[in-house]
């Protein structure tokens, strides 16, 4: 894997424009199986987990292409439900494939997404719902055998508003007869994004957004051109990286209201907010007093996305922050790194609690997953001296060129690619 070297001190200057948020391009993406016309998905980012998403739905004989700004996808000939593991297990988000797949299809092979970095990650409250719709589910290891010839609408109650589960209910319900509703519904604006790409498609669904989504099953649905939400994980971090640095930094096509939870924790503090309907401007010395306490929870609440990188720079805060992690049950594995670098964090259970110091110190440190890495160059990107940050091709899952843009912003920032030694056989059977 590849690493970035930072030399740590300089401050962020400069404008940046966001692009669609990874997060519900990768619905997005699924929603388009639903259709034999063409979907278009405007000013897409170059990541990783977008590519790995679409070589998924060309493996199963649909036509998806990205051309470095806009994706299109024609699922017209997808006829493959099998959905390979190899391919399954690069993202989480291959298991939001399902309820798509089951709609158009009838039938799906899946594989049970492994747990990951950040926690077990089960899919009990996907398949629940899905047989509260009558899918018949068959397990068997980590395989899920799917028959949805007999699926039809139904009421669900989640016990737990999840994200993915609620993406994958309203792709499995869009074509299904009667009725669906989901109550205790995700309320992210990822949600809302995939409500408005189908309806656009023809769809008739209602309250995307609220804790209670309805779903009129429709008999086909049809194509469209759309643009998703800005990556409202990206502008959290992009404004982090200020606080932390400090600097100016204009954040333009960006949604401001999607991160209030963050400007609401930075209220009265040494720094300055200033945004607009797509545009934030953000001030700082790059020295705040300790933030209130901080749960993750549930959008419209403070995300769990943005969690370790408000961990890194709770720890340059004067005083004391209290960082609990609610969502997932093991997201503190950036801890152990930062406190290579100088960090004073005590994890308790679910509670870290980080004492401020002036400045964090150089040193090699390892990204650990996409909002670890992230956190991680933050630090480095304040720190006295040169850090190393390994493993930076976490950061490519979810941060469409993070060095260029830092770089672009006056951060001393190099990436170092690993050289990718050929193994001797292949060089000698070429
Ligand atoms: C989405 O994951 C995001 N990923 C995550 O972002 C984000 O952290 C998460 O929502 C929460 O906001 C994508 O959209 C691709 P959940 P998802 O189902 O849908 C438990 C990033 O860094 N749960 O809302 O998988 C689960 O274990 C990624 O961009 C069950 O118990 O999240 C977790 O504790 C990381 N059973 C909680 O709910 C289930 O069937 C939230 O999970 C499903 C989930």
Redesign the pocket.
């Given at each position: 894997m590849d690493k970035y070297i930072i030399h740590g001190g300089n401050k962020l200057k400069g404008t940046v424009a966001l692009k669609a948020a990874?997060?519900?391009v990768?619905?997005l993406i699924a929603a388009s199986v639903l259709t034999e016309e063409d979907v278009v998905l405007k000013n897409c980012p170059d990541l990783v987990?977008i590519a790995n998403k679409l070589k998924i739905i060309n493996s199963m004989g649909a036509k998806a292409l990205y051309n470095g700004k806009d994706i299109f996808i024609n699922a017209k000939n997808a006829s493959n439900t099998d959905i390979s593991n190899t391919l399954a297990k690069t993202?989480?988000?291959s298991?939001?494939l399902l309820g798509p797949v089951l709609a158009r299809f009838k039938r799906a092979k899946v594989y049970l997404?492994g747990g990951?970095d950040?926690?077990?990650?089960?899919?009990?409250?996907?398949?629940?719902a899905l047989r509260k719709l009558g899918v018949r589910i068959t397990e068997n290891k980590n395989r899920i055998i799917c028959d949805a010839s007999a699926m039809k609408g139904g009421d669900i109650v989640f016990?737990?508003?999840?994200?993915?589960?609620?993406?994958n209910i309203m792709m499995a319900a869009v074509c299904a007869d009667g009725k669906t509703t989901i109550s205790n519904a995700?309320k992210?604006p990822?949600v809302n994004d995939l409500q408005n790409l189908l309806n656009m498609m023809g769809a008739k669904i209602e309250g995307a957004g609220t804790s209670l989504i309805s779903i009129e099953g429709v008999r086909k649905l049809h194509g469209a051109i759309y643009k998703p939400i800005p990556d409202r994980?990206a502008a959290g971090t992009l404004v982090i990286a200020v606080l932390a640095c400090g600097g100016e930094v204009t954040v333009t096509n960006c949604c401001p209201y999607h991160i209030f939870s963050l400007f609401e924790l930075l209220k009265n503090n040494y720094c300055s907010v200033d945004y607009g309907d797509d545009i934030i401007t953000i001030k700082s010395d790059g020295r705040l007093a300790a933030l209130p306490d901080i749960f993750t929870d549930?959008?419209p609440y403070f995300?769990?996305?943005l969690q370790p990188q408000i961990t890194a720079l709770s720890a340059l805060c004067y005083g004391t922050t209290r960082i609990t992690e609610k969502?997932?049950?093991k997201r503190f594995n950036h801890v152990k790194e930062l406190e290579k670098m100088g960090a004073q964090i005590y994890v308790n259970d679910k509670t870290a609690i980080i004492r401020g110091i002036d400045e964090y110190k150089g040193a090699e440190v390892t990204a650990r997953?996409?909002?670890c890495g992230a956190a991680l160059v933050i630090a480095a990107l304040n720190a006295k001296g040169i850090s190393i940050v390994n493993d930076v091709d976490y950061i490519d899952?979810?941060y469409e060129n993070f060095e260029e843009t830092l770089k672009g912003l006056g951060a001393d920032i190099t990436r170092v690619r690993e050289c990718r030694r050929k193994s001797l056989k292949k060089i000698f059977d070429k």
């Open positions: 990874k997060n519900s990768l619905a987990d993202l989480r988000s298991f939001v997404p990951c950040i926690g077990a990650r089960p899919v009990d409250i996907h398949l629940d016990k737990y508003p999840s994200v993915g589960a609620t993406q995700a992210e990822e994980i549930p959008y995300p769990t996305d969502v997932f049950e997953d996409l909002r899952r979810g």
